[in-house]
């Protein structure tokens, strides 16, 4: 809930906004941001004044795609340790999910870095072990630490499904489905890359932009400011997150992510292949590249359907429709038996509305 003083500023703000009197279709890409938009009930004080907000591809566990999990599970399958986050586990297939070939019998394990994976490679030198990783510049950055030091064990290696944020911005604007007045940038993708990825969107695109921080009153504020600017007929990437982000953001971690990835092109849920998109690691680290390594293992990878009957994931995923007005949101997909991701992953809209707006969305 909101502390005393934070409701009143939060009052302030929409009633502020009310009396603008913009009205305006609002996207942003991230999960935490509409955790938080949902979590603390700001869709209806935000609807009240004029302002529709949608969720778009920015849960990284959504937007991989079924084939990467299925190769993943193939890998465990066949002999190899796999090891992720605990989101990527439960993400059904057509051909079943990592737990799934846990429950098979296959050495299949949580972590909650790629260092407890690294570390678990070191203690079973004699095995064969794969870390997936999934994310955007926020995860990758750590993802390829051990890559460039050289310090991973020979056994180690790295499946990426990390992604480019600025490219699912642009296939969003290019495909043209859905009118949208301003984007809420994500803060923490920003903490690593700074505003430069967003420029191309102002200047190109001429649409008005905002990178935002997590909590509620940073979200009404993204609201308001990207309101001020449609307002006032401009155009301009403004910062309201400045007490981490910076202009060029962390260049330690930007250094990691030239170093030791380079963009390809990629598939994504609920989107055709993106150009220059996806992070594929470079061949100097070739060694270290699962897609490589295992290269044997994974031709065996069935074909899997992108989604499962019935699931509008990708749908959400474009901001094309809410959680609810899928067909199968609260019926057959439960957080409890998901047929989608985006039911199984924290960040994922199905599930956040699920869990804070109930069976009916």
């Known amino acids: 809930m909101f502390k005393y003083r934070d409701e009143a500023t939060a009052k302030r703000i ?28 700001l869709l209806p004080m935000l609807e009240e004044a004029g302002i529709v907000v949608h969720q778009g591809p920015g849960c990284p ?130 903490v690593v890359t700074g505003l430069d990825p967003f420029r191309e969107f102002r200047d190109k695109y001429r649409v008005p932009q905002v990178v935002a921080g997590f909590e509620p009153l940073d979200m009404l504020m993204a609201a308001y400011m990207l309101c001020r600017q449609i307002y006032d007929g401009r155009v301009d990437l403004e910062n309201e997150y400045s007490r981490v982000v910076k202009e060029h953001g962390n260049l330690k971690a930007r250094a990691v992510l030239d170093e030791v990835f380079e963009p390809a092109d990629r598939n994504w849920r609920g989107f055709p292949v993106l150009r220059r998109s996806a992070m594929r690691i470079k061949a100097k680290y070739g060694q270290y590249d699962a897609v490589k390594v295992h290269e044997d293992i994974l031709r065996l990878a069935p074909e899997v359907a992108d989604e499962a009957k019935g699931c509008n994931c990708g749908q959400v995923l474009r901001g ?42």
């Open 320 to 361: 094309l429709i809410e959680s609810h007005e899928c067909p199968m949101f609260a019926k057959g997909c439960t957080p409890a038996h998901p047929i989608g991701p985006c039911m199984v992953s924290s960040e994922g809209n199905c599930s956040i509305a699920y869990r804070f707006r109930g069976p009916l969305g």
């Open 61 to 190: 566990v959504c937007v991989t795609t079924s084939k990467e999990i299925a190769d993943a599970v193939t890998l465990a399958r066949n002999g190899v340790t796999v090891t992720a986050f605990g989101d990527m586990m439960r993400v059904p297939t057509t051909a079943g999910s990592l737990f799934d070939a846990k429950a098979e019998g296959a050495d299949v394990r949580v972590v909650y870095s790629i260092e407890d994976a690294v570390r678990m490679a070191q203690e079973q030198k004699d095995k064969p072990l794969v870390f997936v990783g999934v994310g955007f510049e926020t995860t990758a950055p750590s993802a390829g630490v051990p890559l460039a030091r050289g310090d991973a064990p020979d056994n180690f290696s790295l499946y990426s499904c990390h992604r480019y944020t600025d490219a699912a911005i642009r296939a969003i604007l290019d495909m043209g489905e859905n009118r949208i007045d301003g984007i809420i940038e994500p803060g923490h993708v920003a």
């Open 14 to 41: 929409v009633r502020d906004l009310r009396d603008m009197g913009v009205r305006a279709n609002l996207m942003h890409v991230c999960g935490t941001h509409q955790d938080t938009i949902v979590r603390f009930g």
